[in-house]
T-cell receptor, first 114, second 115 residues
């Protein structure tokens, strides 16, 4: 079965650079979530989209922005990167926005900021 | 403050043995509780999800319990296998009137199954 696809899997950037992470949800899923997991930490919710509209916002820095496109894929844009942004970024998708809908996680993008 | 606490932090068991992982939460208002399995460097995989009215749910060798009164949950793994070695994360949803709800994650229990 198709799963959530994230690209790239690994990314190395320098401070103050920009990065774009992409997430392709499971086919027919209409909701996308972004999470940030720092080294040895639990994942932190960043932002979510339902039917191409932002549905919820968590601890996403102002330097980050995201959107969901007409084909339901989502992109997380990160600017003015800082060392502390080094983390594993997970995207999850679900069919529907109900709290009972299972979120299926992608493999993550490991971002390293030097 | 909404928090999810898990114990033990790490656990080593022999292959074939059973084990139980604990999760205590202070999330309010409570919506549902999920257990995820996360392999190192991989995305979490959902094992079970339970609402307020459910107190037991099984998924193969995994059985989760929920006591909404004491705000405790447990994940019991029977006949452990080497492939069960992973982090097990307890995740609780905060109930809101509209929109989806973000999840409050515990720090996980690191389980190692050895031969």
């Amino acid at each position: 079965a198709a799963g959530v696809i994230q690209s790239p899997r690994h990314l190395i950037k320098e401070k103050r650079e920009t990065a774009t992470l992409k997430c392709y949800p499971i086919p027919r899923h209409d909701t996308v979530y972004w999470y940030q997991q720092g080294p040895g930490q639990d994942p932190q919710f960043l932002i979510s989209f339902y039917e191409k509209m932002q549905s919820d916002k968590g601890s996403i820095p102002d330097r980050f922005s995201a959107q969901q496109f007409s084909d339901y894929h989502s992109e997380l844009n990160m600017s003015s990167l800082e060392l502390g942004d080094s983390a594993l970024y997970f995207c999850a998708s679900s069919l529907g926005i109900s709290v009972l809908d299972t979120q299926y996680f992608g493999p993550g993008t490991r971002l390293t900021v030097l | 403050k909404n928090q999810v606490e898990q114990s033990p932090q790490s656990l080593i068991i022999l292959e074939g043995k059973n084990c139980t992982l604990q999760c205590n939460y202070t999330v309010s208002p409570f919506s549902n509780l999920r257990w995820y399995k996360q392999d190192t460097g991989r995305g979490p995989v959902s094992l079970t999800i339970m609402t307020f009215s459910e107190n037991t749910k099984s998924n193969g060798r995994y059985t989760a319990t929920l006591d909404a009164d004491t705000k405790q949950s447990s994940l019991h793994i029977t006949a452990s296998q080497l492939s069960d070695s992973a982090s097990y994360i307890c995740v609780v949803s905060v109930r809101r009137d509209s929109g989806n709800t973000p999840l409050v994650f515990g720090k996980g229990t690191r389980l190692s199954v050895i031969a």
